[in-house]
């Protein structure tokens, strides 16, 4: 909104000094103006930290402030506008609810064209002997002792045996073993 309309903003520097002393000036004008019940301020609160819901205040509900808004967000800047000339199925929306069955690629159409893209391309598995790892040597040095597996830190539990990575211990492992009975303070 600045950006579009640097006519209307204006910016002051109304002192300068050390984070801690600019914070509490802060703290002492948003009190002064009582900036959370200021329907022109975009505070919700004054510096105190007791939040006030924003309600009838919302700048959003003046048209001309959520106009300029939606068309920053859904101009030409937008994601959704750089699709080579398509157009995404959810542009213009809000808040889309993509889950579950409402998600466009389960409608049969879509998945019908994702199916089709898909067809007849190979994956790196699915490649035979072109798959690197086909060769020998290549494997021989990413297998045994060379594998990620042998070189993470593994560790036994001292309270059930179960040997395990380090992160795997100390959050489910050690003094936090459901095995541990000691008594817990």
């Known amino acids: 909104m600045i950006i579009e309309n640097q006519s209307e903003w204006k910016r002051l520097i109304l002192r300068t000094g050390s984070p801690d002393s600019i914070l509490k000036l802060e703290n002492r004008f948003l009190r002064y103006v009582d900036a959370k019940n200021d329907p022109k301020s975009y505070n919700k609160h004054n510096g105190d930290g007791i939040y006030v819901s924003i309600g009838d205040n919302n700048p959003m509900k003046n048209p001309d402030i959520a106009k300029k808004l939606a068309n920053a967000i859904r101009g030409e800047n937008?994601?959704?506008?750089?699709?080579?000339?398509?157009?995404?199925?959810?542009?213009?929306?809000?808040?889309?609810?993509?889950?579950?069955?409402?998600?466009?690629?389960?409608?049969?159409?879509?998945?019908?064209?994702?199916?089709?893209?898909?067809?007849?391309?190979?994956?790196?598995?699915?490649?035979?002997?072109?798959?690197?790892?086909?060769?020998?040597?290549?494997?021989?040095?990413?297998?045994?002792?060379?594998?990620?597996?042998?070189?993470?830190?593994?560790?036994?539990?001292?309270?059930?045996?179960?040997?395990?990575?380090?992160?795997?211990?100390?959050?489910?492992?050690?003094?936090?073993?459901?095995?541990?009975?000691?008594?817990k303070t």
């Open 78 to 183: 937008h994601w959704t506008a750089k699709l080579n000339g398509k157009q995404h199925p959810q542009k213009g929306q809000r808040r889309p609810s993509i889950t579950g069955d409402s998600h466009p690629n389960k409608n049969p159409i879509n998945a019908a064209k994702i199916s089709a893209s898909h067809r007849g391309k190979k994956h790196d598995y699915a490649l035979g002997d072109s798959n690197v790892m086909r060769n020998p040597e290549v494997a021989a040095k990413l297998s045994g002792d060379n594998h990620w597996t042998a070189k993470t830190n593994k560790l036994t539990c001292e309270y059930c045996g179960i040997e395990c990575t380090k992160n795997n211990h100390t959050r489910w492992h050690g003094n936090k073993c459901k095995h541990n009975h000691r008594e």
